[in-house]
């Protein structure tokens, strides 16, 4: 059984930065690709990064390149997302999942869900 917990969520003004925590347990963390999804009420979760089980490979959506960076650290069982010149748009509840198989875009791809951390961007 997987276990992933997710922290670091909260409320921030437009253009600052917050860092989300996953910490996952249960399964060989350092095998397995990691990806960051959000989701808004009303609307389907989507991707916004992934990283290779090595850490070596990163991929973003168009909508936080350049802003948002992905990262893991093995040791600690443990996925970042660091979040900087936040927006408004950026507000969402922020899920991380491990992968099971396939494109690392899709949601279908995951099997494993942490519950969820919310990000609020006041403008």
């Known amino acids: 059984q997987v276990q992933l917990v997710e922290s670091g969520g909260g409320l921030v003004q437009a253009g600052g930065s917050l860092r989300l925590s996953c910490a996952a347990s249960?399964?060989?963390?350092?095998?397995?690709?990691m990806g960051w999804f959000r989701q808004v009420p009303g609307k389907e979760r989507d991707f916004v990064a992934a990283i290779s089980a090595s850490g070596g490979v990163t991929y973003y959506a168009d909508s936080v390149k350049g802003r948002f960076t992905i990262s893991r650290d093995n040791a600690k069982n443990t996925v970042y997302l660091q979040m900087n010149s936040l927006k408004p748009e950026d507000t969402a509840v922020y899920y991380c999942?491990?992968?099971?198989?396939?494109?690392?875009?899709?949601?279908?791809?995951?099997?494993?869900w942490g519950q969820g951390t919310q990000v609020t961007v006041s403008s």
């Open positions: 999942a491990q992968v099971l198989g396939g494109s690392l875009y899709l949601r279908s791809s995951y099997r494993y």
């Open positions: 249960g399964r060989t963390f350092s095998s397995y690709a």
